[in-house]
């Protein structure tokens, strides 16, 4: 069994930043993209951030230049550092990983989520 566990939400007042961890765990054989996600209550699941295991990234526009996707591939860890937060960033954010269990068998799971919200 593979799972995802995130942290590094709360509350930040607009301006501030935070930084979000996800690490998996489990059988683990490989893991390829590695992304993070958010939503908000009524609205699709939106993509935000996306990092290969080479460590090529991309960004939705809204966040470009204020969030930064990396990842420690020795601790099958993803992060995503949020600054210069605003309200519409406020969401539950969820990580999602590739994650293959054996050479052959695929095990794509998604975190929890955690809640970010922005308020002064």
């Known amino acids: 069994q593979v799972q995802l566990v995130e942290s590094g939400g709360g509350l930040v007042q607009p301006g501030g930043s935070l930084r979000l961890s996800c690490a998996a765990s489990?059988?683990?054989?490989?893991?390829?993209?590695m992304e993070w996600y958010r939503q908000v209550p009524g609205n699709k699941r939106e993509l935000v951030a996306t990092i290969t295991r080479d460590g090529t990234s991309n960004y939705a526009d809204s966040v470009k230049g204020r969030f930064t996707i990396s990842r420690d591939n020795a601790k099958n860890t993803v992060y995503l550092q949020m600054n210069s937060l605003k309200a519409e960033d406020t969401a539950v954010y969820y990580c999602y990983a590739e994650i293959r269990t054996t050479i052959l068998i695929r095990a794509n799971t998604w975190g929890q989520g955690t809640q970010v919200t922005v308020s002064s």
């Open positions: 489990g059988r683990i054989f490989s893991i390829n993209a």
